[in-house]
């Protein structure tokens, strides 16, 4: 009789809880038998794993073999327990010394011939490993990504046979390093001519984390607006980066060593479906949503998107983060992205241009716009009209454009303020410190009110016009909100019924 205890680690959303691998050897009919909430994939990791022994000219024991993974209420999916089951049926079978698998943990789904190979979430399982002073040993493929965390001792094989080898100490793994590519080029605000409104609306959602609507006809950049947002944010810190990273580990994408650092950019088809979005799946994957986490989410042809898609962003453009409950487990994703949304103002997509061309009835406009719901509506802080330009606008050069680097120098300075302030971008005050950070003179109060009731917005409208204006106070380096700061936010909401209705 053998027994031998392996280290491993699941996927559970963006995390990486423990699990144990219990190989028994016992006497009886050869049969192997795993245990645990494995599903489908892991139970057939018996004959992946039996047929890679072989190959690595390893014995493989005919007894009756009972693999537990514990903990066993923790659902257990994937390929990433072949490892270190192979591991500990050959310890068990007393064919690798059991003393050197206690201070290791292993990921990896075995091929018949004994290649190891790629999982997903191999740098949740690095940071989890490192954080419980553990060394991590992970497939040649996934050796570059689980190395960016930081102060772990990751370890990359290409075969079963060489971790054999390293576990009896006839050689020794090597060390994992990240992978090194240049960054790649962000797209510069420069390149954009004219629409100084929505230049300037820009770069308020930048500083704030603003969500921004622009509507516009086709062809008037509303796109290209959009893809410079995240060259205007200020630069991720070392643990946003991680969390960027282990999303798109878990995500079955792998961290991108040339986007390490860069703020995501994401721009869904408008056919995506809610699942898409939000994620989902009997496995639960991050979705859109979540894979724009610290970044920004660009949904273009607003109105073309499904109802029921377009009401999973509600909750959490509020809380930052989306629940995925299954009958047999639940999962919970960052989603603190920022939402960039596109729209004609009508569906020819030429309602309002000087040109005349629309053709569109009332009730067909009405209907189009009827398609965004008031409570998404009401979640977007700055609306901005995108219109068309003439051609002189259009002449590359004829008036020098600022450049992301010189509008992205205000709003890391606004930024500062914001976060010497209260820890926090404006975006995200809470109520109360809402109240302290926007406090208004009474004519300002009264300009609100009066505004309050002519739009008929609602109170969480109220607030965001309130953070517009404290981020377009800190933008201008002033310490109270002013009558010009209110006015400019209040001008940004001007879109509310018309939209909605």
């Not at 920004?296 to 629940?323: C, I, K, M, Q, Y």
């Not at 067909?364 to 609306?383: C, K, M, T, W």
């Not at 002449?395 to 976060?419: D, F, I, W």
């Not at 002519?454 to 201008?476: E, F």
Request: glycine share 8%; net charge neutral; charged share 25%.
């Amino acid at each position: 009789m053998g027994l031998a205890l392996v280290h491993s680690r699941a996927r559970d959303g963006v995390s990486a809880p423990a699990v144990t691998v219990e190989v028994h050897l016992a006497g009886g009919l050869p049969r192997m038998s795993i245990v645990g909430l494995p599903e489908a994939a892991v139970r057939e990791a018996k004959d992946r794993v039996r047929a890679a022994i072989q190959c690595a000219q390893f014995e493989f024991p005919a007894r009756c073999i009972t693999v537990n993974l514990a903990p066993a209420d923790l659902p257990k999916d994937g390929g990433r327990y072949d490892l270190p089951i192979a591991l500990g049926v050959l310890a068990a079978s007393g064919q690798v010394p059991l003393e050197a698998l206690r201070d290791c943990e292993f990921l990896g789904e075995l091929g018949l011939t004994g290649e190891v190979r790629a999982v997903d979430g191999s740098l949740p399982a690095a940071l989890a490993a490192s954080r419980d002073g553990r060394k991590l040993v992970v497939p040649f493929a996934n050796g570059g990504e689980a190395a960016l965390a930081s102060n772990s001792d990751v370890r990359s094989a290409r075969t079963l046979l060489q971790v054999c080898a390293a576990l009896s100490g006839r050689i020794e793994l090597p060390q994992a390093e990240p992978e090194s590519w240049p960054p790649m080029p962000v797209p510069d605000l420069s390149d954009v001519c004219g629409q100084a409104h929505a230049r300037r609306a820009l770069e308020i959602a930048a500083a704030g984390e603003h969500h921004l609507l622009l509507v516009g006809p086709p062809g008037c950049g509303k796109t290209l607006l959009a893809s410079r947002l995240p060259g205007l944010l200020p630069e991720l810190g070392e643990d946003e980066r991680l969390q960027v990273a282990a999303i798109a580990s878990v995500g079955g994408r792998r961290a991108d060593a040339r986007r390490w650092g860069s703020r995501p950019f994401r721009s869904p088809h408008h056919t995506a479906s809610a699942v898409a979005l939000a994620g989902g799946g009997s496995v639960p994957r991050p979705g859109e949503i979540s894979l724009a986490h610290h970044g920004v989410l660009f949904l273009d042809e607003l109105p073309e998107w499904s109802r029921n898609a377009l009401e999973v962003l509600r909750e959490p453009l509020e809380s930052g983060r989306v629940t995925i409950s299954r009958a047999a487990r639940q999962c919970e994703f960052p989603a603190r992205f920022q939402l960039v949304a596109a729209m004609n103002p009508c569906p020819c997509g030429w309602a309002g241009d000087p040109s005349g061309r629309c053709r569109c009835g009332i009730e067909a406009v009405r209907r189009y716009r009827s398609r965004i719901s008031g409570p998404l509506l009401d979640r977007i802080d700055l609306q901005v009209e995108v219109p068309r330009l003439a051609p002189a606008e259009l002449r590359m050069g004829q008036v020098p454009n600022e450049s992301s680097a010189e509008v992205r120098a205000r709003v890391v300075a606004a930024r500062e303020r914001m976060l010497a302030r209260a820890g926090t971008p404006n975006a995200r005050l809470d109520q109360a410190q809402t109240r302290e950070a926007c406090r208004l003179e009474a004519a300002d109060e009264a300009l609100l009110e009066r505004a309050m009731d002519g739009l008929q917005l609602s109170a969480r409208a109220l607030h965001r016009i309130l953070r517009v204006a404290r981020t377009i106070a800190d933008l201008d380096g002033s310490a109270a909100i002013r009558t010009p700061h209110l006015s400019e936010a209040l001008g940004y909401r001007r879109f509310e019924r018309a939209l909605a209705g």
